[in-house]
């Protein structure tokens, strides 16, 4: 009689071999997606959660306070450095989910602990300890909020969660200390470098610091992170080959190549990752341009049709012509640069292949189409899906959720146990090995969640956010401009910036700004006092223009209305009618209601602001072309005002009409603010809506204006939403 576990392996053998018959035939052809119904795609989604919390529960039960969960004997064991490694790895994975109770009560777990949670004396991977435990902490600092916890009055600048990231980050800054910058590949967190570690590291263990220890330094204000993460990352690009290649070994102490195959797989992925990710959300274009480079020979030297190889980095030429499980996350990388397509082509390569065991091989010799004998195996690894996540946003194509599909149900088939998942030993019979390693719950079940989930918070693509008050200012975060690092935990770019340097720079420009501009004088037009809008009348210091200048400045064709005549004496009196300086009182010019019933009748006429302005002070008083004890409704006024163009009829030039249009523009655009900033509640008329700024500022961004100070603040497309609204809000501040 057959053993449980060979009954299992037997069973798993069989659905292998099923995989690669169906999937044989299909192989490479094009790619059609069926259409995945709503209430699909959410019993997906349901489904991932319930693996997630399988798995989460059998570490918490058998596993706790080890690494790591030993899925078939039910136990846990220590590997990368013995400090509850998935604990940490799987804590914002729960605020993904939408379990805030139990990320609180783990979070306050973590925080009692604290004080000697690594304080032991243990060798630990400064490349693992940085992604999952220094990545992990600092994502579950800025999440916090969203979960609930009561925070500190500094927060997102400060937090115990955050605390205990720059304590293990300083744990790892000693394995920075070499002659080239480049970092050992292991710590003692107690000691620091152990005398006898060797020099010899892999290229994503020298490139893979900056995501986190960038974020770190802006979250403290300590540079030092983010130096020596910059440091290593020139110091790879300085050793590239004469033909722009990079191996995937290397001494840190010398600098000299120990490894000279290049691609873009294990032991350099995560390098190439963060030139990305670390341009965009450090605004490093330098690490763009690095990346772009490496990009462009890897084309050439490395890539066959929609496949990655790998090379010789000296002399170029395919040495080893093998698909690596690690090459998944390229998909997405090109979608985040806009190459969809190119994404789209290279997912569907290795989609092919894992429908063909039913999960990505270590190793795919790709001329042979056949598992590498010695690398056969299938950790669980996210990379896969991670692209599809990437593309699925960008695309929305249903084949990208069958990606998922297929990836969940060959896991819950073949690796699911009665203590978690366990890794695929191999993925030709699903023999199973007794692992479950950390990013299983960080990374796998985080990304497959993503994929179904479409209305996380995760997704928001900036239509909102949340205004937080912190010591250094007001700030907008959750605004969806997560990066994610490579261990797939999210940080939110908004709350980093909050916490900058750069941020306080920015607020010194936008004070200047602020207190040399006036948007009124920018507009052409007078400022307003009214009860939602304060301000001053300003100056002009233009000359009135003469009888002649108005006449050559008037258009003779305006089409206003009736052709009753008016006396030379009434346009005597209204051109010589000088304006008043108004200061803070009801009478002032743009008054409310008013002002907005005035100009609905006359913007539409063509006339110049200045005529208007002037109309208006008459209107008021009273003294319009003897109108004084009139009823002043809209009938007297347009006959008034139609019978202006009779005797002003010299033809004007077409400068002249061209700048009548920008005015009538001018004055279509401040009706605009003066509708933003009346805009009544519907439930209570007493208070205003938020005026929407950043509507207006998509109407002004393209208007012509007279900038004459830092115009670029305005026009910069790559400013975050967050600056804009802020310029926008003190353009439109009470005092100039």
Known sequence: MMKPTQKHNQANRHFAMLMSLLVVTQAFLPVQGRIISENERKSYRDRVAAMFHHAYDAYLKYAYPYDELRPLTCDGHDTWGSYSLTLVDALDTLIVMGNHTEFRRIAELLIEKSQDFFDIDINASVFETNIRVVGGLISAHLLSKRSGMILEAGWPCSGPLLRMAETVARKLLPAFDTPTGMPYGTVNLRHGVPQDETTIT????????????????????????????????????????????????????????????????????????????????????????????????????????????????????????????????????????????????????????????????EFYNIPKAEVHQQRAGYPLRPELVESAVYLYQATKDPYLLEIGIDLLEAIEHSSRTNCGYATIKDVRDHRLENRMESFFLAETTKYLYLLFDTDNFIHNTGGKGTIIQTPTGECLIDTGAYIFNTEAHPIDMAAVHCCSAQKNEEDRILQEFHNNINLLELLEITEVNGNLIQGKKMRNNKKLLSDKDKKENVESDMNLGSQKSISKEDIRQTEEAKTEKVENTDNSILNNKTFSEFLKIVAPSGMEPEEVEKLFEKYKNGVLFNVKNSTKDESDIHENISNIGEVLNKPVSEELKMQKTRRKQTISLAQQIINLFTKKSKDDTTNLDPPDIHKLYKKMRNYSLNYTYLPKLLHCPALPYHMKLSVMGEMFADEY
Request: aromatic share 12%; hydrophobic share 40%.
């Open 202 to 361: 892999c290229t994503a263990g020298v490139g893979t610091f900056l995501i986190e220890f960038g974020t770190l330094s802006r979250l403290i204000g300590d540079p030092i992170f983010e130096k020596v993460a910059m440091r290593a990352l020139r110091a790879l690009w300085e050793q590239k080959s004469s033909i722009g290649m990079i191996g995937n070994h290397i001494d840190v102490a010398t600098g000299k190549w120990t490894a000279l195959d290049s691609g873009i797989g294990g032991g350099v992925d995560s390098y190439f990752e963060y030139l990305v990710k670390g341009s965009i959300m450090f605004n490093i274009p330098e690490l763009l341009e690095m990346f772009r480079e490496y990009e462009n020979v890897i084309v050439n030297q490395v890539k066959r049709d929609d496949w990655y190889m790998w090379a010789n980095m000296k002399k170029g030429g395919i040495t080893i012509p093998v698909f690596t499980s690690l090459d998944a996350y390229w998909p997405g990388i090109q979608c985040m640069l806009g190459d969809v397509e190119k994404g789209m082509k290279t997912i569907h390569n290795f989609h092919q292949v894992a429908k063909q065991y039913g999960f990505t091989p």
